[in-house]
T-cell receptor, first 119, second 113 residues
Framework: AQTVTQSQPEMSVQEAETVTLSCTYDTSESDYYLFWYKQPPSRQMILVIRQEAYKQQNATENRFSVNFQKAAKSFSLKISDSQLGDAAMYFCAYRSAGRWETSGSRLTFGEGTQLTVNP | DSGVTQTPKHLITATGQRVTLRCSPRSGDLSVYWYQQSLDQGLQFLIQYYNGEERAKGNILERFSAQQFPDLHSELNLSSLELGDSALYFC????????????FGPGTRLTVT
C-alpha cells in the first residue's frame, strides 16, 4: 500500500516571501500521479498542482511549483510571493496510474501542513 | 465552485440513527468518489463508483454503503451511527478514472451526538 507523509504539521511565512512544504511518499509503483490540494478555512478541497511521475520536468502553476525527486520519493511544494489568501491546510496526495480495474483511482493523502501567512 | 454539489451541508443526528448524504457530480463526469475527513483519521478514501458500478473500496465500514444512480448522482448511506462517525464527508468526481483530476464538492459536515 502507498503511504504519504508530511512531516511539517505547521509552517508560517511572511507575506511576499517564499515557503516550501515537504512531502515524501512510499510506493513500489513506477507510474503514478502526485498532487497538492489546498483546504482553506471554508473546508473546500482545491487542486493546486499535479505532477505525473513519468515527467522529469517539475510542474508549475503561477506562483506554485514543485520539486519532484522520484528516486528520493520526495514531492515538495514551493509557494512564491506568498499572499494572505494562501493561508490554508495543504495536503499532498498520491494516485496510482495502474490499471483502474484493480486499483481504482483513489487518492491517498498525507496528514496535511497548516500554512500561516503573516502580514 | 468545482461544479460538484453535496447535500446537506450540515447534518446533526443521534447515535444509532441512519443518514443519507447526496452528491451530484460535475456535468459529464462518470466517476464519483467518497472521502471521509476526521480529526483522528485524516482524509480517507471510502469508495469509488464509475458509471454506476463500484470500482474501488477503501476503509469503508460495513455500516456504510453507497450507490451511483443512472443519472450519475451518488448517495452515501451511514447507519447505526456512532460518535466516531462525526466527520466531514467529501464527494469528488472525475471524467474518467486513472488520468483525470478529481474535483471535490464542498462536503457534508456530519455531527453525531
Amino acid at each position: 500500500a502507498q503511504t504519504v507523509t508530511q512531516s511539517q504539521p505547521e509552517m508560517s511565512v511572511q507575506e511576499a516571501e517564499t515557503v516550501t512544504l515537504s512531502c515524501t511518499y512510499d510506493t513500489s509503483e513506477s507510474d503514478y500521479y502526485l498532487f497538492w490540494y489546498k483546504q482553506p478555512p471554508s473546508r473546500q478541497m482545491i487542486l493546486v498542482i499535479r505532477q505525473e511521475a513519468y515527467k522529469q520536468q517539475n510542474a508549475t502553476e503561477n506562483r506554485f511549483s514543485v520539486n519532484f525527486q522520484k528516486a528520493a520519493k520526495s514531492f515538495s511544494l514551493k509557494i512564491s510571493d506568498s499572499q494572505l489568501g494562501d493561508a490554508a491546510m495543504y495536503f499532498c496526495a498520491y494516485r496510482s496510474a495502474g490499471r483502474w480495474e484493480t486499483s481504482g483511482s483513489r487518492l491517498t493523502f498525507g496528514e496535511g501542513t497548516q500554512l500561516t501567512v503573516n502580514p | 465552485d468545482s461544479g460538484v454539489t453535496q447535500t446537506p451541508k450540515h447534518l446533526i443526528t443521534a447515535t444509532g440513527q441512519r443518514v443519507t448524504l447526496r452528491c451530484s457530480p460535475r456535468s459529464g463526469d462518470l466517476s464519483v468518489y467518497w472521502y471521509q475527513q476526521s480529526l483522528d483519521q485524516g482524509l480517507q478514501f471510502l469508495i469509488q463508483y464509475y458509471n454506476g458500478e463500484e470500482r474501488a473500496k477503501g476503509n469503508i465500514l460495513e455500516r456504510f454503503s453507497a450507490q451511483q444512480f443512472p443519472d450519475l448522482h451518488s448517495e452515501l448511506n451511514l447507519s447505526s451511527l456512532e460518535l466516531g462517525d462525526s466527520a466531514l464527508y467529501f464527494c469528488a468526481s472525475s471524467l474518467g478514472t486513472v488520468s483525470y483530476e478529481q474535483y471535490f464538492g464542498p462536503g457534508t459536515r456530519l455531527t453525531v451526538t
